[in-house]
């Protein structure tokens, strides 16, 4: 682009200066128009090509070197084979991946291709068990077992160089997600088998014949129902869960909400909850997950995320949404509805105690969201997704010389061409990545693009400076070392969790960089293993300590119910238990946090928008009450309006009866700090 402006200002002059007076006054009769257009572009390009030879021929091989209109020759193998395409089209439960399996396990020599490490993790098992020898390959380990001519992999790792019998690629309609989406398409067009099954809804089939039809292979449908339909009970939980059942699968979708979710169901019913999100590590899901499989157990409820909505095979009777909102990075949104259907779809399983699958919701506001959405066909998708390999972006590399690799991935979306069919996928990972890393110096442009491809949150600071660090060490030929702690003693808040979450994550980190770079420069990959097995066990008890004692579970993870306020101020000791005495300075009140036996009132704050958390105590340590934010640092503790809480409910407080207790440690602090002498200055 740059390019061209320089020659559209050098032609300008050009132009007015060669321009006769009677050119000049045509061209102000004909003003801005196609017409003008169509005159003078022609005479632009003559220009260019005279003035610009050098340019025009760099400005083609960038453009020729980002060019992705024809994505199918990119695999002459493949595309020399015959291949035969069978879509397994239906909807969740309809027993498409069973059939694809059964043709995959038949065959001489196969391949899985799963969505997700956990599924690859089950189709290892399960084909081993019914003696069917087959290796796994993932991101972070490879399990090759002797005499093996099957393997269960991620989609990311297939090798489009083996030769196939027959491939299995499951959820082909990821081939449209925003940011893995390059990875299916690689495998349908890559993949150099004889025979290929794909499993996935009917959102992508016509964008799949569209691409058969320019490889020249062989499609064949097979479209499934599901053995039992879906039924959405139109009597919703009423927001009471003392509605839940056995088999019943609560969705929610932020960690704070599951364990809230969780917490709730156990105290108000004699239930037990299973708990699996996309945070806890694979092994870990995969334990909750035959927890609530297994009938000879008392948990007999999940609550999960939308996690759930695809891999693990689950006895679920019923899925309970307890909201159909969720935050999408930027703000609240609507679950899209085929996220709603892939979800739902979830219920009833054929050969399990519960072959009828049903739907609801908690709160009744819900349930017409919930019916539009199983209502509605599935979408056709238009467009799929592509990701340029890195031969490509080296090619284009060569033309942008000393610019960072932030930039050229930059460059590359903006002069990139793609045809109608396909979609360039999101880049925002590899762009965080690619800047954090523009300060290590020594590594290759490979380098910078493989590290990019890390399986790191690069929202959690800690996760990325890890990464960093490992990027550090590598780029000096130094022994990259893990030196990260584990965790001690039980997490008592969100906190605390993330950091668990985090520390799984950076091990994971490590072992894909051990299977994509040198084994020496990542020379402590068992230990890697080792500890990502202890933290895993670690979520195992931890889930287990929260279900087995209520009281001891909700004092283990506070702080997941509030938001906390703590800023500068002191720490005062109560009969009861250890509380936190803060001065909101901004605000002009003073919050009083519980550690030990007390809730938190956040709940009560949020029915109350005006109440900023600020609680008194008596000296057995239980929460009296809470005061306005409104108050003011000299006003009389007498006309401080007092709220009586409880975990439901804020009523009136008489102030005499917290005069009763401002004997107490608790008040005494807090009184201290209200007298206008004690007041301390704004930072």
Known sequence: MSFFHTAVNHFRNFFFKKCSARLAVHLVYIGASDKAVKFLFPIFVEYCIEEFP????????????????????????????????????????????????????????????????????????????????????????????????????????VSTEELYDVAVIDEIQM???SCRGYAWTRALLGLKADEIHLCGDPSVLDIVKKICSETGDELYEQHYERFKPLVVEAKTLLGDFKNVRSGDCVVAFSRREIFELKMAIEKQTNHRCCVIYGALPPETRRQQANLFNDQDNEYDVLVASDAVGMGLNLNIRRVVFNTLSKYNGDKIVPVPPSQVKQIAGRAGRRGSRYPDGLTTTLQLE??????????????????????????QVELFAGQLPNISFAHLLEKFGENCRLDGSYFLCRHDHIKKVANMLEKVQGLS???????????????????????????????????VSIAMGMPKGSARNDAELQDLETKHQVLSVYLWLSQHFKKEIFPYKKKAEEMAIDIADYWVNLLSKLAGNQNQGREEIQGLNRRKMVMRGTKEMATGGLIHSSRIMRSKFLLVEFIDGFPGPSKWANEKARKRVAAGGSSEGRCIGILSGTCKMN??????????????????????????????????????TMKPGNQRQRH
């Not at 401080?640 to 917290?658: E, G, L, Q, T, V």
């Open 54 to 157: 050098d340019e025009i021929k760099r400005f083609q091989n960038m453009i020729s070197s980002a060019d992705l209109t024809k994505p199918h020759t990119w695999f002459p193998f493949a595309r020399a084979m015959k291949r035969k395409i069978v879509y397994h089209c239906g909807p969740t439960n309809s027993g498409k991946t069973y059939n694809a399996l059964q043709q995959f396990m038949e065959a001489k020599k196969g391949i899985y291709c799963s969505p997700l490490r956990l599924l690859a993790m089950e189709v290892f098992d399960k084909v081993n068990a019914l003696g069917v020898y087959c290796s796994l390959y993932t991101g972070q380990e490879k399990k090759h077992v002797p005499f093996s001519n099957h393997i269960a992999c991620t989609v990311e790792m």
């Open 175 to 177: 081939m449209a997600d």
């Open 366 to 391: 819900d349930l017409d969201y919930l019916i539009d959405c199983l209502k509605q066909p599935f979408e056709n998708v238009k467009k799929v997704g592509l990701f340029p390999f890195f031969e």
């Open 445 to 479: 442009l490979e380098d910078r693009f493989n590290f990019c491809f890390a399986p790191v949150n690069f929202r959690d600071p800690k996760a990325m400076y890890h990464l960093h660090r490992f990027a550090a060490l590598y780029s000096i030929k130094s022994p």
């Open 635 to 672: 006003q009389s503790i007498n006309s401080i309006p007092i709220y009586k809480a409880d975990r439901h409910d804020i009523k009136p407080f008489p102030n005499d009866s917290m005069q009763q207790s401002s004997g107490s440690p608790v008040m005494k602090a807090w009184m201290a």
